[in-house]
């Protein structure tokens, strides 16, 4: 199961974060920073998986991360996920943002939060990989995004009707 | 207009903000500014503002008087609103908040909806934060949903109710034969979820485990298909076919043939296909193979199989990409309990990694290592492993020294004190200021064991030494036969005492008769009380040595003779304790002592 899956930049700012399982707003930062904290003191040709640290739940939970320029993406895994797999999963949940931004960049992240949290959950569900094919996945993001748009459409049609 | 506009608007705003208090400023003014619109009645922005309230949760601000705002809007007819209703229920609403109770007839209603996106919403967000009143509410929706809808509902279904099954483990049963039935399906990404969904059903009752062994042969069918099937362009994956699937069915198939033999052989062939076929060039075949080394090992596989494994993993071991290198060492951990052998044969490599500049691979390679230490290593591992602990990094310190110790108190034979009792002896010019120390530490302490033994072993020895008194070195002491009797009465009857260090008393007690002139009666009481004593250790050193008494009492005190008499009392330890004669030699009858240990049969 997976427990969180954040993104922040090189200095630990957040810019995605999702947990599967509850915990306290106080926590929760916590979490975000000692998991910077673990994860920025990394070389850059080490492996990519990191024992995890102890808020987020001992010794059972990993975390798989990989650093794309200025961001990281760390996912806080238990032992019945399988860490290679997971590793390619961070792979195509890059790939299909590249995709649907459009060469994302970080910018793009910061200011379309919403859109991200839409996509993950097009992937990951409950703790849980949900669909890993990139085409089914932006084909299921499009239409919802259509769909949204064509309701503004129609309440803004019938305020000026008004 | 795109209807985070708004949203960017702060988000520019908060960025711009160049100190922290700043920001909080920002902030502050956004949260005040959102809540009074909360306050107002339906108006057209309200996605807006929850969607703001929901950055600033992510940036750690208190958001909390969103929650009846997320209720409001998870129950809109609008579905921009519904999204981000139901987002903002899964960040700030648990089960233990009320406001959580109050959307379950919400989600229900749009679990039947027509849309299927307002459909997955209430899925998703039931998966992610369904309580157990809620899931046992809904889970007949659920099962619905898993039977009779389309597959992509069906895949989002199968995962919620994985979720309702972990909260609440008897509706276990309620999902099973939907289960079933959706292994013949066609689509991935609900064959994905099926699988996912018998997993966890397998691993939380035995009944539904034997249930489900029956699919294995489907089992088996569906991963040939994936790996014989030719190119595929939707599920391809650097030329391997959907791994994400092969790597589920793989993990499943090994629960379900751990400890059954006809499950296993059905699954001998397919698994030695996939070890065989796949590419490992990439990280995608090395997931797949990893995940077929770990079931082989797990299940009852033929011989054959399981040395293919063994070698795969042996192979990671030595690829450059370090990821490799970490998993099969976390595999090779996992089995160094029932294949030790073969992972022995990999010790090289492992201490090698020990070296590694990766914390994360050393710590594995730690691990490991202790678990590989035996009797027949144990030697170079400890210089590698000392090495190691001068140089590892801090976190590390403490594991490594703890498997140091454990290692050295299973394998080394404690040895301190017949070393430190040779040490003495060939220290003649100390002996009488060595007995004197001991004595006084024997006075003041009788708990530790070694020093107590190695005490009694000196007072018996150099017991003259210690009553003659005249000692430089240390403060003197007027010590009569009485007291140094006292004190080795005490360590006899001491219930702190062991068995050994009884046995060391004792004969130093025997000893003492030939160096002491006026106690010997007492001398000769208390062993002959030990000829009677229940451990038979003692009770057979007592009576030999009662026997002494009778017998060769003429000896006693014959120079010359003295020293055949501890011949014997050498001879007689050495058939009662073959453990310390090596050390209670006297120099001048060795001769004398290695012809009679010779007739014996005893060595040293």
Known sequence: ?162 | MSPSVPLQEMIRAIRSARTQCEERGVIQRECAAIRAQFRQADNGGRSHNLAKLLYVHMLGYPAHFGQMECVRMIASSRYSEKRVGYLGAMMLLDEKQDASLLITNSIKNDLSHSNQYVQSLALCTLACMGSAEMCRDLAPEIDRLLRASNSYIKKKAALCAVHIVRKVHELGELFAPAARSLLSEKNHGVLHGAVVLITELCERSSESLERFRKTVPDLVQIMKGLVISGYSPEHDVAGISDPFLQVRLLRLLRILGRNNETASDAMNDLLAQVATNTDSTKTVGNAVLYETVLTVLDIKSESGLRVLAVNILGRFLLNNDRNIRYIAMTSLQKIVGTDHNAVQRHRGTIVDCLKDQDASVKRRALDLSLALVSASNIRSMMKELLLFLSSCPPELRSQAANGIFTAAERYVRDETVPNLIQLITNTSELHCYTVHKLYRALLSDISQQSLVQVACWCIGEYGDLLLRGDCQEVEPMQVCEDDVLDALETVLQSHMSSTATRGFALTATMKLSTRITDNVDRIRSIVSIYGSCIDLELQQRAVEYNALFKKYDHMRYAKKDSTHFCCCGVILFCSVNSFAFNVILEPECEQLTMHVLTLYGLTL
């Open chain 1, 1 to 162: 199961m997976i427990r969180a899956i954040l993104i922040f930049n090189n200095h630990g700012k957040p810019r995605l974060s999702k947990f599967y399982e509850h915990y306290t707003e106080d926590t929760e930062q916590q979490i975000i920073r000692e998991t910077f904290h673990l994860v920025s003191k990394r070389d850059e040709n080490v492996c990519n998986f990191l024992e995890g640290g102890m808020l987020i739940g001992g010794s059972d939970y990993k975390l798989i991360y990989r650093h794309y320029a200025t961001l990281y993406f760390v996912f806080c895994v238990d032992s019945s996920e399988s860490e290679l797999g997971i590793l390619d999963l961070i792979q195509v949940f890059v790939e299909t943002l590249d995709k649907c931004f459009e060469n994302v960049c970080e910018l793009d992240l910061i200011f379309h939060v919403d859109k991200v949290h839409n996509i993950l959950a097009e992937m990951v569900m409950g703790g849980m990989v949900l669909e890993t094919n990139m085409n089914e996945i932006i084909m299921q993001v499009d239409a919802q995004n259509k769909m949204e748009k064509s309701e503004t459409f129609i309440f803004q049609s019938t305020r000026q009707d008004r």
